[in-house]
């Protein structure tokens, strides 16, 4: 059964660069097949695509957020990272990790458990 | 980009009524949507995909129908443990999209 879990700060301080690292078990991320995306829920409201990677390292991001997100992946830890520069108070959300599955590769069965993120002074 | 619309935002229901989600494409999406079920402070649970398809493990109460832009999600009998948040996502297009959401509440 494949798990993913996020890590990193809970809090971030405005102007700085938000971190996370998802962490995924039960499966190889370098097996190929598979978007590995971010998505985040702003408090009480919908969920925003953030942005995939491919194991091989290809990437795009939504152009909402492109100018600011960087995602990366280590296959050696089987770990997939976030990174969000400039971040103000209107980043402060829960950010899920999650897997795209479907020949699409837009079906997300698989999540993290999302962890919040509150950008703060 | 595609937005995506959901009405009603929400809505209460009697156990074992049968309820409805509407969701609506800004533009043709043919059949690339899928719905999703969110409890509060968890993730969100894939329940149809490509319109119409219960993933495995889904009860059989869920049902998703429709094509192009307008999309209809069903609970033909609603149950306390069907109180969530539902989603509607398209996949036409990058990004992928997801509607506002409508919550679910037993009456």
Known sequence: ?121 | DIQMTQSPSSLSASVGDRVTITCQASQDISNYLNWYQQKPGKAPKLLIYDASNLETGVPSRFSGSGSGTDFTFTISSLQPEDIATYYCQQYDNLPPAFGPGTKVDIK
Request: with cysteine; aromatic share 14%; proline share 3%.
């Open chain 1, 1 to 121: 059964q494949v798990q993913l879990q996020e890590s990193g700060p809970g809090l971030v301080k405005p102007s700085q660069t938000l971190s996370l690292t998802c962490t995924v078990s039960g499966g190889s991320i370098s097996s190929g097949g598979y978007y590995w995306s971010w998505i985040r829920q702003h408090p009480g409201k919908g969920l925003e695509w953030i942005g995939y990677i491919y194991y091989s390292g290809s990437t795009y991001y939504n152009p909402s957020l492109k100018s600011r997100v960087t995602i990366s992946v280590d296959t050696s830890k089987n770990q997939f990272s976030l990174k969000l520069s400039s971040v103000t108070a209107a980043d402060t959300a829960v950010y899920y990790c999650a897997r795209g599955d479907g020949y699409s590769g837009y079906d997300f069965i698989y999540w993290g458990q999302g962890t919040l993120v509150t950008v703060s002074s």
